[in-house]
């Protein structure tokens, strides 16, 4: 069973940077897809970005620009890179791998991971 943790997460000013990262408990380059979503109150999960086995990456509209997705296989961990921090960030941050299952031909927004972290909370004020 594939386990996720997540760390990183706190409480930012606007305008200013985090690093999320997610610790997995299975060797990052078995997962074809990875990848970060969150969940603000009141609305509903939203892919944030995704990264494939290869390096690829893939952002939604909203932080393309901002925020970048990377790995570190020797560390079994994925990182998220976020800059420019605004309120509307302001989510709890959920980190995803499919643990090799098959989640959709394309790894972006439209996957279906298999395993999923706790979530970290991130505050931007």
């Known amino acids: 069973h594939v386990q996720l943790v997540e760390s990183g997460g706190g409480s930012v000013q606007a305008g200013g940077s985090l690093r999320l990262s997610c610790f997995v408990s299975?060797?990052?380059?078995?997962?074809?897809?990875m990848g970060w979503f969150r969940q603000a109150p009141g609305k509903e999960r939203e892919a944030v970005a995704a990264?494939?086995?290869?390096?690829?990456?893939s952002y939604a509209d909203s932080v393309k620009g901002r925020f970048t997705i990377s790995k570190d296989n020797a560390k079994n961990t994925v990182y998220l890179q976020m800059n420019s921090l605004s309120t509307e960030d302001t989510a709890v941050y959920y980190c995803?791998?499919?643990?090799?299952?098959?989640?959709?031909?394309?790894?972006?927004?439209?996957?279906?991971?298999?395993?999923w972290g706790q979530g970290t909370q991130v505050t931007v004020s």
């Open positions: 995803a791998a499919d643990g090799g299952k098959y989640g959709g031909p394309y790894c972006d927004s439209s996957y279906e991971f298999a395993y």
């Open positions: 299975e060797y990052t380059y078995n997962h074809h897809c």
């Open positions: 990264i494939e086995s290869e390096g690829s990456t």
